[in-house]
């Protein structure tokens, strides 16, 4: 069974930075996308970035600006550059790695606060 494990997450203040990363446990064939989302307390998940197998990248809007999708497909390996952290930012961030076929994976989400 493959697993995503992520890292990077902590407390940060606002303004600040922090880089999260995901890899696979084992290689994943024929990778549609990867992609972080994050949810809030007494909120819904919500996609915050996506890479596609050709690079192609899209952000939510709250983040445009801020955060950077990154990933390296052969490694199955995605990261997230965030700076100019904001408190509204907080939330547990999941990893998430679509096949071509639609099944996903999921990391187990990393924490990330960010004070004000």
């Known amino acids: 069974q493959v697993q995503l494990v992520e890292s990077g997450g902590g407390l940060v203040q606002a303004g600040g930075s922090l880089r999260l990363s995901c890899a696979a446990s084992?290689?994943?064939?024929?990778?549609?996308?990867m992609a972080w989302y994050r949810q809030a307390p007494g909120k819904q998940r919500e996609l915050v970035a996506v890479?596609?197998?050709?690079?192609?990248?899209d952000y939510a809007d709250s983040v445009k600006g801020r955060f950077t999708i990154s990933g390296d497909y052969a490694k199955n390996t995605v990261y997230l550059q965030m700076n100019s952290l904001k408190p509204e930012d907080t939330a547990v961030y999941y990893c998430?790695?679509?096949?071509?076929?639609?099944?996903?994976?999921w990391g187990q989400g990393t924490q990330v606060t960010v004070s004000s």
């Open positions: 998430n790695i679509r096949r071509r076929d639609l099944y996903q994976y």
């Open positions: 084992a290689s994943i064939f024929s990778i549609r996308d």
């Open positions: 890479i596609t197998s050709v690079g192609t990248t």
